[in-house]
Protein backbone atom coordinates (compact mmCIF):
# COMPACT_ATOMS: atom_id res chain seq x y z
CA UNK A 1 0.00 0.00 0.00
CA UNK A 2 1.00 3.39 -0.77
CA UNK A 3 1.84 5.84 1.43
CA UNK A 4 -0.46 7.96 -0.27
CA UNK A 5 -3.33 5.07 0.43
CA UNK A 6 -2.42 4.83 3.94
CA UNK A 7 -2.90 8.35 4.82
CA UNK A 8 -5.62 9.79 2.60
CA UNK A 9 -8.20 8.04 3.99
CA UNK A 10 -11.04 9.64 3.90
CA UNK A 11 -9.96 10.26 -0.15
CA UNK A 12 -9.84 6.49 -0.24
CA UNK A 13 -13.11 5.55 1.48
CA UNK A 14 -14.74 7.82 -0.94
CA UNK A 15 -13.13 6.21 -3.62
CA UNK A 16 -14.23 3.11 -2.14
CA UNK A 17 -17.76 4.28 -2.43
CA UNK A 18 -18.38 5.25 1.29
CA UNK A 19 -19.34 8.47 0.56
CA UNK A 20 -23.13 8.17 0.05
CA UNK A 21 -23.01 6.55 3.73
CA UNK A 22 -22.05 10.28 4.86
CA UNK A 23 -24.63 11.64 7.52
CA UNK A 24 -25.48 15.50 6.31
CA UNK A 25 -27.52 16.22 9.66
CA UNK A 26 -27.05 15.98 13.21
CA UNK A 27 -30.34 14.04 13.91
CA UNK A 28 -30.25 12.56 16.42
CA UNK A 29 -31.25 8.52 16.73
CA UNK A 30 -31.51 6.91 19.89
CA UNK A 31 -28.32 4.81 21.26
CA UNK A 32 -27.90 1.14 21.05
CA UNK A 33 -26.69 0.51 24.78
CA UNK A 34 -26.60 -3.07 24.38
CA UNK A 35 -22.86 -3.26 24.32
CA UNK A 36 -22.25 -0.06 26.50
CA UNK A 37 -21.16 -0.79 30.30
CA UNK A 38 -23.39 1.17 33.06
CA UNK A 39 -22.18 4.82 33.56
CA UNK A 40 -23.52 7.58 35.93
CA UNK A 41 -24.57 10.85 33.62
CA UNK A 42 -22.61 13.54 32.59
CA UNK A 43 -21.69 15.76 36.11
CA UNK A 44 -22.22 19.56 35.31
CA UNK A 45 -19.10 20.47 36.59
CA UNK A 46 -16.89 17.87 34.84
CA UNK A 47 -19.28 19.38 31.43
CA UNK A 48 -18.26 22.78 32.59
CA UNK A 49 -14.60 21.38 33.27
CA UNK A 50 -14.53 19.61 29.40
CA UNK A 51 -15.55 23.08 27.80
CA UNK A 52 -13.12 24.77 29.41
CA UNK A 53 -10.76 22.38 28.28
CA UNK A 54 -12.21 22.59 24.58
CA UNK A 55 -12.17 26.15 24.36
CA UNK A 56 -9.01 26.64 25.75
CA UNK A 57 -7.73 24.33 22.89
CA UNK A 58 -6.58 25.78 19.45
CA UNK A 59 -5.09 22.51 17.58
CA UNK A 60 -7.12 19.53 19.74
CA UNK A 61 -5.58 16.02 18.67
CA UNK A 62 -8.55 13.46 19.30
CA UNK A 63 -7.63 9.82 19.77
CA UNK A 64 -10.92 7.45 19.42
CA UNK A 65 -10.98 3.60 20.28
CA UNK A 66 -13.98 1.34 19.75
CA UNK A 67 -15.81 3.14 23.18
CA UNK A 68 -17.03 5.47 20.95
CA UNK A 69 -18.58 3.01 18.42
CA UNK A 70 -20.55 0.66 20.93
CA UNK A 71 -23.94 3.53 21.15
CA UNK A 72 -23.79 2.24 17.19
CA UNK A 73 -24.69 -1.33 18.57
CA UNK A 74 -20.72 -2.55 17.44
CA UNK A 75 -19.16 -4.25 20.78
CA UNK A 76 -15.94 -3.46 22.09
CA UNK A 77 -13.52 -6.07 23.08
CA UNK A 78 -12.58 -5.10 26.85
CA UNK A 79 -15.86 -3.32 27.99
CA UNK A 80 -16.77 -5.15 32.07
CA UNK A 81 -19.53 -7.23 31.72
CA UNK A 82 -20.67 -6.29 27.90
CA UNK A 83 -17.50 -6.74 25.88
CA UNK A 84 -16.72 -9.31 23.58
CA UNK A 85 -13.84 -11.04 25.81
CA UNK A 86 -16.43 -10.68 28.70
CA UNK A 87 -19.64 -12.50 27.15
CA UNK A 88 -17.27 -15.14 25.72
CA UNK A 89 -13.98 -17.36 25.17
CA UNK A 90 -13.22 -15.93 21.24
CA UNK A 91 -10.43 -13.84 20.14
CA UNK A 92 -9.88 -12.33 16.97
CA UNK A 93 -7.53 -13.76 14.63
CA UNK A 94 -3.87 -13.28 14.81
CA UNK A 95 -1.87 -11.93 11.47
CA UNK A 96 0.13 -14.72 11.52
CA UNK A 97 -2.37 -17.47 11.57
CA UNK A 98 -4.37 -15.23 8.90
CA UNK A 99 -1.16 -15.20 6.12
CA UNK A 100 0.17 -18.86 7.08
CA UNK A 101 -2.90 -20.98 6.95
CA UNK A 102 -5.59 -21.65 4.33
CA UNK A 103 -8.13 -23.05 6.93
CA UNK A 104 -8.02 -19.98 8.62
CA UNK A 105 -8.35 -18.09 5.83
CA UNK A 106 -11.62 -19.66 5.13
CA UNK A 107 -12.91 -19.85 8.56
CA UNK A 108 -12.19 -15.84 8.74
CA UNK A 109 -13.94 -15.20 5.56
CA UNK A 110 -16.84 -17.06 5.56
CA UNK A 111 -17.78 -15.60 9.38
CA UNK A 112 -17.19 -12.19 7.56
CA UNK A 113 -19.21 -12.93 4.89
CA UNK A 114 -22.37 -14.02 7.30
CA UNK A 115 -21.24 -10.95 9.63
CA UNK A 116 -21.30 -7.99 6.92
CA UNK A 117 -24.65 -7.26 6.00
CA UNK A 118 -24.94 -6.28 9.29
CA UNK A 119 -21.64 -4.62 10.45
CA UNK A 120 -21.69 -2.22 7.43
CA UNK A 121 -24.86 -1.35 8.42
CA UNK A 122 -24.19 0.41 11.31
CA UNK A 123 -24.18 4.13 11.48
CA UNK A 124 -22.52 6.95 13.10
CA UNK A 125 -23.94 7.82 17.09
CA UNK A 126 -24.01 11.50 18.23
CA UNK A 127 -20.36 11.26 19.40
CA UNK A 128 -19.08 10.16 15.91
CA UNK A 129 -21.82 13.33 14.81
CA UNK A 130 -20.02 15.90 17.22
CA UNK A 131 -16.57 15.56 15.88
CA UNK A 132 -17.54 15.86 12.63
CA UNK A 133 -18.85 19.16 13.71
CA UNK A 134 -15.87 20.19 15.70
CA UNK A 135 -13.70 19.59 12.96
CA UNK A 136 -16.29 21.94 10.79
CA UNK A 137 -15.54 24.58 13.46
CA UNK A 138 -11.69 24.36 13.55
CA UNK A 139 -11.89 23.49 16.49
CA UNK A 140 -10.71 19.44 15.76
CA UNK A 141 -6.74 19.46 14.28
CA UNK A 142 -6.75 16.00 13.83
CA UNK A 143 -9.09 12.82 14.29
CA UNK A 144 -6.92 9.41 15.02
CA UNK A 145 -9.37 6.39 15.55
CA UNK A 146 -8.55 3.08 16.51
CA UNK A 147 -11.31 1.90 14.87
CA UNK A 148 -11.60 -0.15 11.82
CA UNK A 149 -15.84 0.60 11.29
CA UNK A 150 -15.97 3.75 8.96
CA UNK A 151 -18.01 5.43 10.92
CA UNK A 152 -16.14 8.69 11.40
CA UNK A 153 -15.70 8.71 7.75
CA UNK A 154 -19.57 8.43 7.58
CA UNK A 155 -20.08 11.06 10.02
CA UNK A 156 -18.21 13.19 7.84
CA UNK A 157 -14.78 13.69 9.22
CA UNK A 158 -12.21 14.67 6.77
CA UNK A 159 -9.24 15.04 8.69
CA UNK A 160 -8.93 11.41 10.25
CA UNK A 161 -6.58 9.09 10.19
CA UNK A 162 -7.94 5.46 10.60
CA UNK A 163 -4.88 4.15 12.75
CA UNK A 164 -5.44 0.51 12.53
CA UNK A 165 -7.09 0.19 8.59
CA UNK A 166 -10.55 0.04 7.66
CA UNK A 167 -13.08 -3.16 7.11
CA UNK A 168 -14.38 -1.73 4.00
CA UNK A 169 -11.26 -1.79 2.29
CA UNK A 170 -9.40 -4.99 0.93
CA UNK A 171 -6.31 -5.68 -0.06
CA UNK A 172 -4.38 -7.78 -1.90
CA UNK A 173 -0.82 -9.82 -0.03
CA UNK A 174 0.87 -10.20 -3.51
CA UNK A 175 0.48 -6.95 -5.98
CA UNK A 176 -1.01 -4.40 -2.92
CA UNK A 177 -4.00 -3.93 -5.27
CA UNK A 178 -7.29 -2.41 -3.06
CA UNK A 179 -10.75 -2.81 -3.80
CA UNK A 180 -13.30 -2.29 -2.06
CA UNK A 181 -15.04 -4.88 0.47
CA UNK A 182 -18.96 -4.57 -0.95
CA UNK A 183 -17.10 -5.33 -4.15
CA UNK A 184 -15.66 -8.43 -2.54
CA UNK A 185 -19.07 -9.24 -1.40
CA UNK A 186 -20.22 -9.80 -4.72
CA UNK A 187 -17.53 -12.25 -5.27
CA UNK A 188 -18.53 -14.21 -2.52
CA UNK A 189 -21.98 -14.54 -3.14
CA UNK A 190 -21.23 -15.57 -6.88
CA UNK A 191 -18.76 -18.37 -5.48
CA UNK A 192 -21.07 -19.55 -3.00
CA UNK A 193 -24.58 -19.12 -4.86
CA UNK A 194 -26.20 -22.24 -2.55
CA UNK A 195 -23.98 -21.91 1.09
CA UNK A 196 -25.82 -20.68 3.68
CA UNK A 197 -25.23 -20.01 7.56
CA UNK A 198 -26.99 -18.20 10.27
CA UNK A 199 -24.88 -15.65 12.09
CA UNK A 200 -24.15 -15.63 15.85
CA UNK A 201 -22.72 -12.69 17.98
CA UNK A 202 -21.10 -9.73 16.34
CA UNK A 203 -17.82 -8.94 16.63
CA UNK A 204 -15.99 -4.73 16.28
CA UNK A 205 -14.25 -6.31 12.95
CA UNK A 206 -17.36 -7.91 12.01
CA UNK A 207 -16.64 -11.23 12.68
CA UNK A 208 -19.54 -13.63 14.10
CA UNK A 209 -19.35 -17.17 15.02
CA UNK A 210 -19.98 -20.34 12.66
CA UNK A 211 -19.30 -24.14 13.46
CA UNK A 212 -16.13 -25.68 11.72
CA UNK A 213 -18.82 -27.62 9.94
CA UNK A 214 -20.43 -24.54 8.77
CA UNK A 215 -17.65 -22.94 7.15
CA UNK A 216 -16.33 -26.21 5.56
CA UNK A 217 -17.50 -25.68 1.90
CA UNK A 218 -17.24 -21.77 1.96
CA UNK A 219 -14.65 -20.96 -1.34
CA UNK A 220 -12.67 -18.03 -1.07
CA UNK A 221 -11.65 -15.97 -4.26
CA UNK A 222 -8.20 -14.80 -4.58
CA UNK A 223 -6.91 -11.73 -5.88
CA UNK A 224 -8.62 -10.92 -9.60
CA UNK A 225 -5.18 -9.01 -10.47
CA UNK A 226 -2.45 -11.31 -9.50
CA UNK A 227 -3.95 -14.36 -7.67
CA UNK A 228 -3.00 -13.48 -4.32
CA UNK A 229 -4.22 -13.93 -0.75
CA UNK A 230 -6.64 -11.11 -0.28
CA UNK A 231 -6.69 -9.71 3.49
CA UNK A 232 -8.90 -6.55 4.80
CA UNK A 233 -6.98 -3.22 4.83
CA UNK A 234 -6.93 -3.60 9.01
CA UNK A 235 -3.92 -4.46 11.18
CA UNK A 236 -4.68 -7.55 13.04
CA UNK A 237 -3.73 -8.54 16.30
CA UNK A 238 -0.33 -9.42 16.31
CA UNK A 239 1.10 -7.06 13.40
CA UNK A 240 1.98 -3.51 13.32
CA UNK A 241 0.76 -0.16 12.12
CA UNK A 242 3.24 0.78 9.13
CA UNK A 243 5.59 3.25 9.83
CA UNK A 244 4.49 5.70 7.42
CA UNK A 245 0.89 6.45 9.54
CA UNK A 246 2.88 6.16 12.83
CA UNK A 247 5.18 9.06 11.51
CA UNK A 248 2.22 10.78 10.28
CA UNK A 249 0.32 11.11 13.59
CA UNK A 250 3.58 11.84 15.51
CA UNK A 251 3.62 15.07 12.99
CA UNK A 252 0.24 15.92 13.78
CA UNK A 253 0.62 15.45 17.55
CA UNK A 254 3.60 17.98 17.30
CA UNK A 255 1.55 20.31 15.67
CA UNK A 256 -1.29 20.07 18.44
CA UNK A 257 -1.76 21.94 21.93
CA UNK A 258 -3.63 19.51 23.28
CA UNK A 259 -5.15 15.65 23.32
CA UNK A 260 -8.25 14.17 23.96
CA UNK A 261 -8.73 10.13 24.45
CA UNK A 262 -12.30 9.02 24.16
CA UNK A 263 -13.65 5.87 24.51
CA UNK A 264 -10.42 3.83 24.41
CA UNK A 265 -8.84 1.77 27.64
CA UNK A 266 -5.20 2.67 25.77
CA UNK A 267 -4.56 -1.11 26.50
CA UNK A 268 -3.10 -1.47 22.55
CA UNK A 269 0.33 0.17 22.45
CA UNK A 270 -0.10 1.55 19.41
CA UNK A 271 -2.61 3.99 20.23
CA UNK A 272 -0.88 4.20 23.62
CA UNK A 273 1.77 5.50 22.15
CA UNK A 274 0.66 8.84 20.79
CA UNK A 275 -0.98 9.23 25.10
CA UNK A 276 3.05 8.91 26.36
CA UNK A 277 4.05 11.02 23.54
CA UNK A 278 1.74 13.96 24.43
CA UNK A 279 2.66 13.51 28.55
CA UNK A 280 6.20 13.42 27.37
CA UNK A 281 5.74 17.26 25.50
CA UNK A 282 3.27 18.36 28.51
CA UNK A 283 0.26 18.67 26.80
CA UNK A 284 -3.29 18.30 28.43
CA UNK A 285 -4.76 15.21 27.71
CA UNK A 286 -8.41 14.67 29.13
CA UNK A 287 -9.45 10.92 28.92
CA UNK A 288 -13.66 10.20 28.07
CA UNK A 289 -13.88 6.16 28.92
CA UNK A 290 -16.22 4.19 30.83
CA UNK A 291 -14.19 2.03 33.12
CA UNK A 292 -10.34 2.51 33.72
CA UNK A 293 -7.06 3.04 31.07
CA UNK A 294 -3.78 2.75 30.75
CA UNK A 295 -2.87 6.89 31.27
CA UNK A 296 -5.18 7.42 34.12
CA UNK A 297 -2.67 8.39 35.91
CA UNK A 298 -1.23 11.27 33.45
CA UNK A 299 -4.51 12.48 32.13
CA UNK A 300 -5.43 16.05 32.98
CA UNK A 301 -8.69 14.59 33.37
CA UNK A 302 -10.79 11.14 33.45
CA UNK A 303 -14.71 11.46 32.67
CA UNK A 304 -16.19 7.70 32.92
CA UNK A 305 -19.40 9.10 30.65
CA UNK A 306 -20.64 7.94 27.19
CA UNK A 307 -18.72 9.55 24.67
CA UNK A 308 -22.41 9.93 22.74
CA UNK A 309 -24.03 11.64 25.96
CA UNK A 310 -20.77 13.64 26.42
CA UNK A 311 -19.55 15.02 23.57
CA UNK A 312 -22.53 16.76 21.98
CA UNK A 313 -22.56 18.62 25.35
CA UNK A 314 -20.00 20.81 24.74
CA UNK A 315 -19.78 23.99 21.75
CA UNK A 316 -16.83 24.33 20.67
CA UNK A 317 -15.42 27.94 20.37
Known sequence: MSIYCALKVPEGCRALG?????????????????????????????VEALQ??????QRLLVMTGAGISTESGIPDYRSEGVGLYARTDRRPIQHAEFVRSASARQRYWARNFVGWPQ????????????LRNWEKLGKLHWLVTQNVDALHIKAGSQRVMELHGCTHRVLCLGCGEQTSRSELQKR????????????HGLAPDGDVFLTEEQVHNFRVPACSRCGGILKPDVTFFGDTVSREKVDFVHKRLAE?????????SLQVYSGYRFALAAHEKKLPIVIINI???RSDHFASMKLNSRCGELL?????R
Do not use: C
Open 18 to 46: LHHYRSHSMAKASPNLAFVPASPPPDAVE
Open 52 to 57: RFVSHS
Open 119 to 130: FSSHQPNAAHLA
Open 188 to 199: FEALNPTWRAEA
Open 256 to 264: SDSMLVAGS
Open 291 to 293: GPT
Open 312 to 316: PLIVP
